[in-house]
């Protein structure tokens, strides 16, 4: 069965259906075997930048849940990371626990770091909610380094290399299967999230905290939950991240990393989980060329050029979508879809 | 006593300068409802500003001053033209954000241009030498305090006297009975990104002739922050308040409890810790308006 021209939707489960046609299906089936096919034909470079887009999708998943849906704005993200790897790396390098004892226990942590820094969100919204979480991500980092004994404070903490039983996952190969396959989790859980009971408080919350509460939805369960499941998104994430280079330490979470994610969630599109993937996937890139061309640019230009440029294009790339297309690269793709759905009509006809 | 008397003094004078900085973001949200996230940035600009004008280009200090300001207008100028009048009605995850790149677009710009490298202008500025008994008050400190007096006496006048003064408090009040009665919102708006984009660029030079030009610079931003919502967010008299209270604060808890602890930098901190203190117990700050409204 193909694509059919127009919306044929007769009841609710088809509207929240996540595959809408059998062609989706296999187009979706078709990717992932596609993706986990990479280590056959890719070299370790790519797949080190696979590796990390996969990293970058499952925390931008929790800050979508967080931001995209509920609405409150979280710029500690990096933070929150933090704390689920550190939390994982000490349980693996000073009390011995495996790599995938270690990891749950570290989003745990990070899910709880963020239930007491979404305390203040019951009280306060908007910008002082930013603030605050700008203070947890900076209060978060300064514990860390104070607490030297316990993480080694500035110096960092080598971890073991994982592994998973006899298989060691210290190549490049083995960690990016780890990595897609928690990718992928974290993409079906957070597509069924939003399609709960939870993930329609969330919306509601985000829409109108007001209208929210009047119809009997408790925004101080709801914004908790959010902030939880965002967190513990944030620290399977940030465990991963500390895994892979089998070493800890804050400068793999600074400040704008934070900002970075949201920059993701702004991108791809607010509210959406292909959005957050695409948004994810694009800075990640882009990152990439910058690497790419920043030498080359020094060369030519001035040796600075190279910091200069990685910071200038970021800021350039959130300021251009926030004018032209504040609903991101998932809006675009939506419209690209509708024209293929609905061709040879231009838009689907009123009822 | 000496002691604690040297450190108040440097802390009010510091404090001033953080206030300065601190109006020029109160002036934008109270106008147009826009969190400045940029504010350290401009004060990273106006470092460097001062700096070249003054070393490599040999100029006095009125015209290094003069100069700095006409840049900074530009800069005020087309930040609000380009950036933030798109966003007009946007929600306030899109503005902040936009503020946010702004910065980084600012401090790319200033890596570019300076090479993020540390650039010492000390002394260049005037010096004035003035005892207090056995306290001596230092020259940078004086000056800051006397400039940051200046501009906020300017500002107070701005707003009291002239039509655009009074245009902007009406903006901040009310902004449809401004536009029915026939005041340009976006004029406004404009006069307002000049004025914080002034402001910081001054804070820039007072600081940068104390502590050299760096990127460090950014970051008074932070504790222009802690000093706003400390005063509460639309409130003039608290920023200037909270910038002096701030100051002195940093200032005696580093002077007195840096020694003990063992890494130091509790005023690196310590900005962070009176922010969420403030968000905690009292989210409008000493003089901020309470907004009744449920969250």
């Known amino acids: 069965m193909g694509l059919r021209t127009g919306t044929f939707h007769e009841n609710y489960a088809q509207d929240m259906a996540i595959f809408h046609s059998g062609l989706q299906w296999v187009i979706v089936a078709s990717f992932v075997v ?315 006809a009123a009822e | 006593m000496t002691f604690f008397l040297q450190l108040v003094v440097t802390g009010l004078a510091q404090g001033m300068v953080y206030a300065l900085i601190a109006i020029g973001f109160v002036i934008i949200l109270k106008c147009s409802e826009v969190f400045n996230i940029a504010q350290g940035h401009f004060v990273l600009i106006g470092g460097y500003l001062g700096y070249t004008f003054l070393v490599p280009l040999g100029l006095p200090v009125w015209a290094t001053l003069l100069l700095s300001i006409a840049t900074a207008v530009i800069m005020g100028l087309l930040i609000e033209r380009l950036m933030l009048r798109p966003l007009v009605g946007q929600p306030v995850l899109a503005v902040v954000m936009m503020t946010i790149a702004l910065s980084t677009v600012l401090g790319g710009l200033a890596t570019l241009i300076w090479g993020a490298e540390y650039k010492a202008y000390h002394g260049m500025l005037p010096t004035l030498n003035l005892k207090l008994g056995s306290i001596s008050v230092p020259s940078e400190s004086l000056i800051g305090l006397i400039v940051s007096i200046i501009c906020m006496v300017a500002l107070m006048l701005l707003f009291r006297y002239t039509k655009i003064g009074l245009a902007m408090r009406a903006t901040a009040e009310d902004l449809q009975v401004v536009q029915s009665v026939g005041i340009k919102p976006t004029t406004v708006y404009a006069v307002s990104w000049v004025i914080a984009s002034v402001v910081g660029v001054i804070g820039g030079i007072l600081l940068g002739g104390v502590s050299g030009a760096n990127m460090e610079l950014a970051g008074i931003g932070l504790k222009a922050f802690a000093v706003v919502l400390l005063g509460g967010v639309n409130s003039l008299g608290g920023a200037i308040l909270a910038g002096i209270i701030l100051g002195m604060l940093e200032n005696v808890a580093a002077g007195y409890l840096d020694p003990l602890l063992p890494g130091g930098g509790l005023s690196q901190v310590f900005p962070f810790i009176v922010m969420i203190i403030v968000l905690i117990f009292r989210p409008h700050g000493l003089f901020g308006l309470v907004t009744i409204e449920r969250v």
């Not at chain 1, 550190?86 to 745990?108: D, E, M, R, V």
């Not at chain 1, 969100?121 to 104070?146: E, N, R, V």
């Open chain 1, 34 to 348: 596609l993706i986990f096919a990479c280590p056959l034909f890719l070299s370790d470079r790519i797949l080190t930048i696979l590796t990390m887009m996969g990293i970058a999708v499952i925390s931008v998943h929790g800050l979508n849940i967080l931001t995209g849906y509920c609405g409150q704005i979280s710029i500690g993200h990096a933070g929150f990371m933090a704390v689920g790897g550190y939390t994982s790396a000490i349980l693996c390098a000073k009390l011995g626990l495996p790599f995938w004892a270690a990891l749950p226990c570290g989003a745990l942590a990070a899910g709880i770091a963020g239930l007491i820094f979404g305390l203040p969100s019951l009280k306060i919204k908007g910008f002082y909610l930013i603030m605050a979480t700008i203070a947890a991500h900076f209060i978060i980092i300064w514990t860390i380094i104070q607490l030297r004994p316990i993480t080694g404070g500035t110096d960092g903490l080598s971890v073991p290399r994982p592994a998973i039983g006899s298989i060691s996952l210290g190549t490049k190969t083995n960690y990016f299967y780890v990595v897609m396959v928690l990718a992928c989790l974290a993409t079906l859980l957070a597509k069924n999230i939003v399609r709960t009971r939870a993930g329609r408080a969330f919306i509601a919350i985000r829409d109108n905290d007001l209208a929210a509460e009047v119809m009997g939805i408790s925004l101080w369960n709801y914004k908790l939950q959010a902030f939880f499941i965002g967190c513990v998104y944030a620290g399977v994430a940030g465990a991963l991240l500390i895994h892979y280079y089998s070493f800890a330490s804050v400068d793999q979470f600074p400040f704008m990393d934070s900002v970075w994610y949201l920059g993701m969630l702004i991108v791809g599109g607010m509210g959406s989980t292909t959005g957050a993937i695409f948004g994810a996937v694009a800075l990640k890139l882009m990152d990439e060329l910058v690497t790419i061309a920043g030498p080359i640019l020094s060369a030519i230009v001035a040796p600075q050029a190279a910091a200069s440029l990685a910071l200038i294009s970021h800021g350039l790339v959130i300021i251009l979508f926030l004018i032209f297309e504040p609903r991101g690269l998932h809006h675009r793709w939506e419209m690209i879809r509708a024209y293929f759905r609905l061709w040879p009509f231009s838009h689907e």
